[in-house]
């Protein structure tokens, strides 16, 4: 299943070099994250929260698990979580984090448009009238439209995610040397 997912770029991988000792990137990754749960069911008093931070989840001296919090009129959906490592060689400090814009709330949607789809073909098929030319192009081009969608939402949370920790860990180094 990983394989495919990351076939179909809804997993990526990237590796972040920074030249930052792991306590003090551990301690300013804290500062910017929220403790809290990055489950599919978000809290739903998230977008009234008065923190400036961007990002919500768990940050320990081991790893992260984190995802991008809602906004209020935030019109993207950040649905991706990031994981990751952290390890310290010689005074760099390298962070390897996996991107998932995958979530299994897409599964019963595929597979309940699946069946609708068929449905509706063979009781088109079954009912004894001619079919018109055009209804099986149509049927078609709907149910990739509708499939086609919640792919692209995820793909690009996923791409939206890895630029914005990027950006982020770039960020959280040159603020050092403002301090």
Same mark, same amino acid.
């Given at each position: 299943?990983?394989?495919?997912?990351?076939?179909?770029?809804?997993?990526?991988?990237?590796?972040?070099?920074?030249?930052?000792?792991?306590?003090?990137?551990?301690?300013?990754?804290?500062?910017?994250?929220?403790?809290?749960?990055?489950?599919?069911?978000?809290?739903?008093?998230?977008?009234?929260?008065?923190?400036?931070?961007?990002?919500?989840?768990?940050?320990?001296?081991?790893?992260?698990?984190?995802?991008?919090?809602?906004?209020?009129?935030?019109?993207? =959906?950040?649905?991706?979580?990031?994981?990751?490592?952290?390890?310290?060689?010689?005074?760099?400090?390298?962070?390897?984090?996996?991107?998932?814009?995958?979530?299994? =709330?897409?599964?019963?949607?595929?597979?309940?448009?699946? &069946?609708?789809?068929?449905?509706?073909?063979?009781?088109?098929?079954?009912?004894?009238?001619?079919?018109?030319?055009? &209804?099986?192009?149509?049927?078609?081009?709907?149910?990739?439209?509708?499939?086609?969608?919640?792919?692209?939402?995820?793909?690009?949370?996923?791409?939206?995610?890895?630029?914005?920790?990027?950006?982020?860990?770039?960020? =959280?180094?040159?603020?050092?040397?403002?301090?």
């Amino acid at each position: 299943m990983k394989k495919l997912l990351k076939q179909l770029k809804l997993i990526d991988f990237f590796t972040t070099e920074i030249e930052i000792e792991k306590s003090d990137f551990v301690k300013r990754f804290k500062e910017n994250v929220d403790e809290g749960s990055t489950g599919i069911m978000f809290s739903a008093f998230e977008i009234f929260s008065s923190s400036k931070n961007e990002f919500k989840g768990s940050v320990s001296y081991d790893g992260f698990k984190i995802r991008r919090k809602r906004k209020f009129f935030d019109m993207n =959906m950040n649905i991706a979580v990031a994981q990751g490592t952290y390890r310290q060689k010689d005074g760099v400090l390298k962070i390897e984090t996996e991107i998932n814009g995958f979530h299994g =709330m897409f599964i019963p949607f595929y597979i309940i448009g699946i &069946v609708f789809y068929i449905g509706m073909i063979t009781t088109i098929s079954l009912s004894g009238n001619p079919m018109p030319v055009f &209804v099986f192009p149509f049927i078609l081009f709907h149910a990739a439209f509708m499939f086609g969608i919640p792919y692209f939402i995820m793909k690009r949370s996923a791409k939206r995610m890895k630029y914005e920790l990027e950006r982020e860990f770039y960020y =959280m180094t040159k603020n050092k040397s403002l301090k």
